[in-house]
């Protein structure tokens, strides 16, 4: 990655930006955030992570985890306008990420990323065939593959994009605000909040204990290893 020393007018616009965000901290306190500007900010940080994406590659990955944390922020914040909201920490687990660890390589999804950032959001890092494997997986109905079903635009435009719509499909009959997207490298990223993950982990338990089962009666391997360590 090659940086410019020249003065130009990104220079400009960034030192801009950086005024403008201490302005706001300065302004900002618990009390004086309204919904509409938790999403106007929510929205800033995902435009700047996305420019600062463009680097290369790996900047695109190691900043992928601020729109999925932004969506998360701003979901806590619609909740508590409409008085629905919940010590979201209060109910999280420490062990959510482990328990979801271990539940992916239960069925030979080793590969992935998991990491819990902060009470309020667990992430989930796959290669394409890996998420399209737990979209299987999580797919309450036994269906066939969504992509031979589905007319939307988004689904088959490569890969990685069926696999995270997919994904995604698959994520919402487990809990609200989860979603997949495609970071730069290829790889997909799921964003869950905590229960919605404990739900992930029930449901692959469940489906471990029901292949366990099949194979004591001699019904054939079960769903274990859908997708190649």
Do not use: N
């Amino acid at each position: 990655m090659k940086l410019t020393t020249e003065p130009g007018k990104v220079e400009v616009l960034a030192e801009e930006a950086v005024v403008a965000a201490c302005a706001l901290a300065d302004a900002s306190d618990p009390s004086r955030w309204s919904t509409s500007a938790v999403e106007d900010v929510a929205a800033a940080l995902e435009v700047l992570a996305g420019a600062l994406a463009q680097l290369d590659p790996e900047c695109a990955e190691i900043l992928a985890v601020v729109p999925v944390a932004a969506a998360a922020v701003v979901e806590r914040a619609d909740q508590a306008g409409t008085g629905t909201g919940e010590a979201v920490g209060g109910r999280a687990t420490a062990g959510t990420s482990t328990a979801l660890r271990q539940a992916l390589a239960g069925h030979g999804l080793v590969r992935c990323r998991v990491h819990q950032l902060g009470a309020a959001l667990v992430t989930v890092t796959l290669d394409a065939p890996e998420a399209q494997a737990l979209s299987v997986l999580l797919d309450r109905h036994g269906s066939l593959p969504r992509q031979t079903q589905q007319t939307d635009d988004s689904w088959g435009a490569g890969p990685a994009e069926t696999a995270a719509a997919a994904l995604t499909d698959a994520l919402h009959a487990h809990g609200p605000g989860a979603y997949a997207r495609v970071l730069a490298s290829g790889k997909v990223s799921a964003g869950l909040t905590p229960q919605t993950a404990q739900a992930v982990v029930a449901a692959l338990t469940s489906r471990s204990a029901s292949a366990t089962r099949s194979r004591r009666r001699g019904l054939g391997p079960g769903f274990k290893g859908v997708a190649a360590p």
